[in-house]
Every structure is written in C-alpha cells, then in structure tokens.
C-alpha cells in the first residue's frame, strides 16, 4: 500500500445495502513515521524497549501502565497478542487433497504455518488451533486455550441443537443453575492440568458465544415452578422487589449480569483450582452482549481480561474504551474478520463479518480496525478469524462456515497476499503505534 489519503471502502454486513466506510490506513495516519529497525523482543514476542513492567512471573498476566492496558509476558514485558484464530488443517475434502503434496504431514504443516504466521508479523493463535501440533514447530506461538463447560454440560442434559456460530440452549436459556453444574465444573476443569505450567499458553476460554437472550425473564417465568432456572429468578425478583409486569431494560440487563455472575464464580473457580497461573478470558462475549453494561460489570469482577468476538463495528474505538470503563478491565477482540468477493467459487452468505469487495478492502478493513483497538489503549490483543477460508465441499462445517471468504489462506492453503502485506504492514508497527498513540 502506498501513501494515500484516508479512503472510504464499501461494505455491508449479510442482508444489508453497501454503505461507503470511512477507513484509515497506516500510511495515512498523520504524523506517524513507520520505524525500519525491527523492534528488539522476548522469546514470546514481548517488547524489550516497552515500557517498564512488574517483574515477570513466569505465566501471562494483564498491567494496566500509564493509562494503556498491557499483556506482560513470562520474561516480564509489555505484549500485545496478535493473532490468529482456527489455525488447523482444515478438514475439508478440497484442503484434504492437497495436504500432503503441500507440507507431506502435520508436523510439516505446523513449520510451515508458524513460519507463515512469524513472517506477517503475527505471534500467536486464538481459539480452535492445533496447539499441540504447533508447539512442536521451531518458531512458538503464544495460543490461547478453549474449553467448553457450559455446553459440554447442557449437551450432556440433551439440552442442546445446533445454530449458526454456537451452542442453541433449550429456550436459549444457559443451565447455569442446575444443582450438578458446580459438580460437573469441577470434574471438567481436570482436562486443564497438562498445559497449568505452560509459559507459551496465554489464557483459557470457558466458552463460545453464549446465549443471553432479552427475553429470558420470562422464558424462565414459562417454566416450571421446579425448575432451578425458576426458582432462582422468583428469589432474584423478590428481594429487588421486581413487578414483571413492568419490566425495564435494566431489570433485564441485571438478570443476565446475575446469570453470568453465576457462570463465571462456578467455571472460574473451578478452572483456578486446577490452572491459577493462567489468565482466564470468560466465555467470549457477542452480540448484544457488547451493549450490556451490567454483564462488563460483573465480568470485570472476575475476568483479568474479557474476550469478546466483535462483528458489529468497523472502527471499535469507543467501544473498547466503553467496555473498560463498565468492566476496569482490558478486552481481546477473539473474533473478527472481512470476507471479499472476489474470490470464485465463495458465495459469501454465512457468517457474521463484514463483505467487502476486494482482497485490497479486506487489508484496509484489517489496518483501520487494529488502528482503533490500538488508540483505544484497552485492548491487549486481536484474533483475525481465521487461517483458511470455507471449504464449500465440506457438508459437515458449521452452518455459519459454509461459503466465505474469512481466511488469511484459501481452503487449498495458498495465501491472500495482499491482505497478508497489509496485515504484515500493521502488525510490525504495533508497539511503535501504542508509543505514537500514547503520546497524542
């Protein structure tokens, strides 16, 4: 990319009319002079010449220092975790064949990914990567760690269906009040003890994307008088002294506070038993989770770090710093992405991200949305997702996976190069980029 002024991209999200964005671009941003010199890093990608932080403890923690949130690796220096979620090879038949005349076998294909990743200026991975497969590669990556307790526990109850994107709960209702669930977190939490002393592991999920829905009063209400869910919602309006028949927005934002509360004491504590080094990032927010004060609230509470997956802005600057100032803690944006449609063969009808029209408009999309993460100085880190696009072959994905253009790759491995140069572009910037936003 070269020097330009600030550009507009078209782009709409699914079934909505093209709008013409307002987009910033690294080589516009007035007063910014790129730095050559590669920054001098710790083993994890940690910035030697960052500012000051606590000692090292030898595990990832979150430092809030002179206004800007940091992650502070093992060895004791500033991080930010840049990116990228779902990287595996893919199981899709089109991925399938070509697999092996590509990286002859997995650990072939972790070499060669880490090396991808590096190179583009990434350093590490998000949810539902290999990371096993990848810890063996010579170039490490710092990864984050998923473990589903809530929906692990509702499928064991038969309370769960298949949506787009995540679990479906019976009546979208989470079955946090269940009397087995503090039982059951218990037993689940055992699985975390083989990576509790791991420095490369930065943090763990507890979920994805958990269903909160505005009307969950008074689906619980529809139950029965037995039910826990029910109960626990009469003894939470008695003692507000709650009319039903006149419920507000924020008797209905303090019901999902309440619920997640619930959520977060039992899956956190268990997970603390088992791994209390590791930084525990919730179950990833979405939705209408974002506008929820309440729920960053509670969750700050319990949460060094929330994870959110962030479809509905273009440039989250205000967001970020809205969500600090709810919760007193730092977000990872866990999830966000533009898909293009200049790729044949991708028809671009699922999933929650941006449609833009170009590989160009998916890397411009890329540097204004981490250039407003970064300003926000409430960030700690961003996960693209994800590594390669859908495969349309491939029956079996998830229905919000089927036909688009969302990878760094393709679905046959071969790399978007513009979109990496771009990303690449940005990412070798990003330490530079907290000193020159944090001096303005």
């Known amino acids: 990319m070269t020097a330009q002024a600030e550009v507009t991209v078209e782009a709409w999200r699914n ?35 960052g500012p000051p932080c606590s000692a090292g403890t030898g595990f990832f923690r979150a430092e809030k220092i002179g206004g800007r949130w940091w992650l502070v690796t093992p060895a004791g220096h500033a991080f930010i ?44 991975t998000g949810n539902w990567s290999a990371d096993t497969t990848l810890a063996a590669a010579p170039q490490r990556l710092v990864y984050t760690r998923g473990v589903d307790f809530m929906s692990s526990f509702a499928k064991k109850l038969g309370l769960t269906h298949v949506v787009p994107g995540h679990t479906g709960y019976l009546d979208e209702l989470i079955p946090v009040f269940h009397p087995d669930f503090p039982k059951f977190c218990e037993g ?17 999920y507890s979920d994805n994307e958990l269903q909160q829905p505005s009307q969950s009063i008074e689906r619980y209400l529809k139950r ?5 869910g ?18 507000t927005a924020a008797d209905r934002s303090e019901w999902t506070a309440h619920v997640m509360d619930r959520y977060y004491t039992l899956v956190g504590g268990a997970i603390r038993k088992v791994d209390p080094h590791h930084i525990y990032l919730g179950s990833r927010l979405h939705g209408p989770d974002a506008k929820n004060a ?7 509470q319990h949460l060094p770090v929330i994870a959110i997956n962030v479809y509905g802005d273009w440039t989250p600057t ?36 941006w449609n833009v029209k170009t590989q ?49 790759l393709s679905c046959s491995y071969q790399p978007y190069t513009e979109l990496l140069a771009a990303m690449k572009m940005l990412n070798t910037q990003v330490y530079p980029l907290t000193a020159f936003f944090d001096r303005r």
């Open 15 to 49: 079934g909505k009319p093209p709008v013409l964005m307002p987009t910033r671009t690294l080589a516009a941003l007035p007063g910014f002079k790129p730095v050559n010199a590669t920054p001098q890093l710790d083993p994890y990608g940690g910035w030697l010449a």
């Open 188 to 204: 689940f939490a055992q699985q975390l003890a083989g990576t509790k002393d791991d420095p490369w592991l930065l943090g763990i």
């Open 294 to 300: 309440a729920l960053w609230k509670v969750a700050g």
């Open 230 to 247: 029910r109960k626990e919602l009469g003894l939470w309006l008695a003692a507000r002294h709650i009319d039903t028949k006149n419920l």
């Open 224 to 228: 029965p008088a037995d039910d826990p």
């Open 318 to 353: 205000e967001s970020v710093r809205q969500w600090e100032q709810w919760s007193g803690r730092p977000m990872m944006a866990t999830e966000w992405y533009a898909k293009a449609h200049d790729v044949p063969g991708l028809a671009n009808k699922t999933g929650a991200g």
């Open 360 to 408: 160009h408009d998916r890397g411009l999309f890329y540097q204004n949305f981490t250039l407003a993460l970064l300003e926000s100085r409430g960030c700690v880190g961003w996960h693209w997702f994800k590594y390669a696009d859908n495969d349309p072959a491939n029956t079996k994905a998830d229905p919000s996976n089927l036909d688009s253009n969302k990878g760094i």
């Open 81 to 124: 975790h840049i990116g990228v979620a779902t990287v595996n090879p893919d199981s899709g038949p089109t991925a399938k064949a070509v697999f092996a005349k590509l990286f002859q076998d997995r650990e072939g294909w972790a070499r060669q990914t880490a090396a991808l990743l590096h190179t583009n200026g990434f350093n590490g």
